[in-house]
């Protein structure tokens, strides 16, 4: 049971990362188009799909893209052991105190998931029927869905952790990294 739970989480962290990355990706491309139509109001051909006479549609979609980039990204971070964590107290107490101290952080951190993701989609129902003024086929709601998304893909990777112990030493969440010997 552990193990499919764990290849499910591999599945779900892949899912994260490709997430998170190609949000980054885009993000810098929307960027990009943005400068270009603001200084050059003659388009190439081949950017002939982007709407250019206004350049007010490239902030809100980067920062739907930074937003993605930022929720799941940061679950998988934390599934990787890459969060911010400030051990300073912990690495001075003893073994016991330690293993009591992380499990009130996971709990906290169970509460915290949990917290995002019920005002997340709160947030998401109310702003359903507003649109975003510079991209009017869209629903600021689904402006609002990679926060308890984001929170979803954490609490998930709480879970396993609780269960299964951390995931961090696995090459799979290390890639990249000199302890993967990438």
């Given amino acids: 049971m552990k193990n499919n739970y764990i290849r499910a989480m591999d599945v779900v962290y892949r899912i994260c990362i490709w997430l998170s990355g190609m949000s980054l990706l885009f993000m810098t491309f929307i960027y990009l188009v943005g400068i270009y139509a603001r200084f050059r109001p003659d388009f190439p051909g081949w950017l002939g799909f982007l709407p250019h006479a206004s350049t007010s ?6 920062q739907i893209c930074m937003i993605t980039f930022s929720f799941v990204g940061a679950a998988a971070a934390y599934r990787a052991g890459g969060h911010i964590a400030i051990t300073m107290l912990v690495d001075n107490i003893s073994p016991a105190a330690r293993k009591g101290v992380q499990f009130f952080v996971d709990m906290a951190m169970l509460a915290t998931c949990l917290f995002i993701i019920h005002w997340g989609v709160i947030g998401c129902m109310d702003a359903w029927d ?7 086929f869209l629903s600021s709601g689904i402006t609002h869905l990679p926060v308890p998304l984001g929170s979803f893909f954490t609490l998930l990777f709480v879970v396993e952790k609780l269960v299964c112990g951390s995931q961090s030493h696995r090459e799979l969440v290390q890639f990249g990294s000199a302890k993967a010997g990438h």
Avoid: G, N
């Fill in 57 to 62: 549609w490239p902030e809100p979609l980067s």
């Fill in 130 to 136: 507003d649109i975003v003024p510079s991209l009017p």
